[in-house]
């Protein structure tokens, strides 16, 4: 268990723009922060984080609350785990007593995959860096590469001894469970025998965003030409090869740093440009890059540029790449290295300020990249640069925003000497536009569309009432406000009306006693649980801390809670303002906004009572109903009061 102390002091250090920034590209929005949704596929913003507030929303799926809630949806941390993360990040000793051996077993599936591989990056670098073999053979790999002891260390990188069971062993041995080496991949089990998977090779622990190992890449360092080069972990519930990126835990904060993620190849080539200095560099690991890698990067920016070796496999690999990255609306440069180069051995042989300098004169739009590289193939044939420009329209049609797609025919017309309604009519063809005709590219007429959408559905008014009662203790509960109470009386006629009278409270208190003198109870048992611990934090604390209540919150209330507290800043994310559509926050008249939401709630209520009376009195005798009429009478002259206080109609 880990301490109170440790977790209030966490809690205290971890700022949730900083956190988040390390998962999402944040840009500023005002006081807040807004981005690309993480938890789903999409190109408009719908991801808020508030800085004052200490919480996180995203419209898109609904997900939020505070910035260890993030960690646990987002890398599917256990509490105890999302504490750790962040004491880590901000140098915090965490307090805990160890766990026993029954604990350990007590673990999850998937979390007791994370700590053998955990044990297994350790293993592997120890090997490395203390043994005998481990130096003279791994170690000295690694520094032939020219990679220093600081960079070894920086990226876990490690030696599986050249014996058969050697790590399965040892991992037995400190109490980890055969069924999960064997499920991680690092172990193969035949029958009653076990072997070591990376036996006799370097080691490259593959990490996640957040820094978690989940898998590993080795590399044979003999010349047997019956085993791979290379040889990665099998896909497994914790890895799985097509959605994660070599180096984007070293490399996400440089990536939206710089707005620019370099491409690479190899695990070698992320490694030597991070030593030289550029940290915005990932790989795919040696797999053709997937949609799922792209949208990782998408992210942290909307920049990407391939670097790729001067063979034309290097070439071809690139080219591929291209169209799957434009398919995610995503802008995309090429770089080539000199002839016998690569990334790896380009950055080995340069200082930082020549890498630089040279990417910056030689990354060319995918558009003059392609037209430069298949042009040499097709020289003077003019089949063969047919077949160029239409490869060329093929990666334009592959891109989501028209306008862009517009800019690059203009760019290939230019470039390749053709006209652009030809180019416009094979894009159209391209695009799924059967008849081979250009799309036309005026504006239509505007039309009048019949409206034949089917009514919504109601809107309970009773849930939006006890939902702003919450929202407003929540953001106002200790403001001291003057408010405007409303007192029945008796006027000479006999009838009910509402005096005022003005006296001063805060917030909660005058919702508390209101809602107390009316003995109404919230009928969503949701929002009575949170009114509540709302309450009681008030009664409790002299100080009332948001900040302290959303970090305490059980998680199942996350989601709930952080919409409330958000709903405003969908203002900020849709940019009304630019648009002249000027909002109301809800800072703008507390007090009244308290008394009409208490009104309106004891007018729902004095409505559903005259609908209950009005079925009551077909039920009862008829000598009965005299006394019920009279009930009723009376609450419609109260709801008549009511309503003419709100402004409302009957």
Known sequence: MISKSTIDRVFEASRVEEVLGDFVNLKKSGSNYKGLSPFSDERTPSFMVSPVKQIWKDFSSGKGGN?????????????????????????????????????????????????????????????????????????????????????????????????????????????????????????????????????????????????RVLGFGGRILTNDKKAAKYLNSPESEIYHKSKVLYGIYHAKQAIAKEDNCYLVEGYTDVIQFNQSGIENVVSSSGTSLTPEQIRLINRLTKNITVLFDSDAAGQRASIRGIDLILEQGMNVKVCAFPEGEDPDSFAKKNSEDEIQLYLRNNSKDFINYKASLLMEEAKNDPVKKASLIRDMVSSISKIPDNIQQEVYVQETSRIMDISEEVLFTTLAQLSGNKT?????????????????????????????????????????????????????????????????????????????????????????????????????????????????????????????????????????????????????????????????????????????????????????????????????????????????KLNRVM
């Not at 041995?173 to 998977?197: A, M, N, P, S």
């Not at 408010?483 to 005022?500: A, R, S, T």
């Not at 952080?562 to 909002?583: A, G, N, P, S």
């Open 67 to 211: 910035v260890v809630a993030f960690l646990m949806e987002h890398e599917h941390f256990t509490y105890p785990e999302a504490i750790k993360y962040l004491a880590k990040k901000y140098n915090i000793e965490v307090e805990e007593t160890e766990q026993s051996q029954e604990q350990k077993e007590q673990a999850d599936e998937r979390e007791s995959m994370y700590l053998v591989s955990e044990f297994a990056a350790k293993y592997f670098q120890n090997n490395l860096l203390k043994t005998e073999l481990g130096k003279a053979i791994g170690l000295s790999y690694f520094r032939e590469r020219g990679f220093t002891d600081e960079t070894i260390k920086k990226f876990g990188l490690g030696y599986c001894l050249d014996e058969w069971d050697a790590f399965t062993s040892e991992a037995i041995r400190k109490g980890y469970k055969l069924e999960f080496l064997e499920k991680t991949g690092l172990t193969i089990v035949k029958g009653e025998k076990q072997f070591d998977r990376f036996k006799g090779r370097v080691m490259f622990p593959i990490q996640s965003m957040s820094g």
């Open 436 to 644: 081979g005709k250009a799309a036309p590219r005026k504006t239509k007429s505007l039309e009048v569309v019949r409206d034949e959408t089917t009514p919504g559905e109601k809107v309970d008014e009773l849930y939006v009432l006890e939902r702003t009662i919450i929202s407003l203790l929540l953001l106002y509960g200790s403001l001291e406000e003057e408010f405007e109470d409303l007192v029945v009386k008796m006027d000479e006629d006999g009838k009910m009306v509402l005096e005022p009278e003005v006296q001063k409270s805060k917030v909660y208190e005058k919702v508390f006693l209101d809602l107390q003198e009316d003995e109404v109870a919230f009928a969503n048992e949701h929002f009575q649980k949170i009114y509540q611990e709302v309450i009681n934090r008030y009664n409790a604390e002299e100080d009332f801390s948001l900040e302290g209540f959303i970090n305490e919150m059980a998680l199942e209330n996350a989601s709930e809670i952080t919409t409330i507290l958000m709903e405003e800043e969908q203002y900020v994310l849709h940019d009304w303002q630019r648009m002249d559509i000027f909002v109301k926050g809800k800072n703008e008249g507390i007090g009244r906004l308290v008394n009409e939401t208490i009104l309106s709630l004891r007018r729902y209520l004095v409505n559903q009572k005259i609908n209950e009376l009005n079925q009551e009195i077909k039920e009862v005798p008829a000598e009965d109903s005299p006394g019920i009429l009279q009930d009723i009478m009376d609450y419609l002259s109260l709801k008549k009061v009511l309503s003419n």
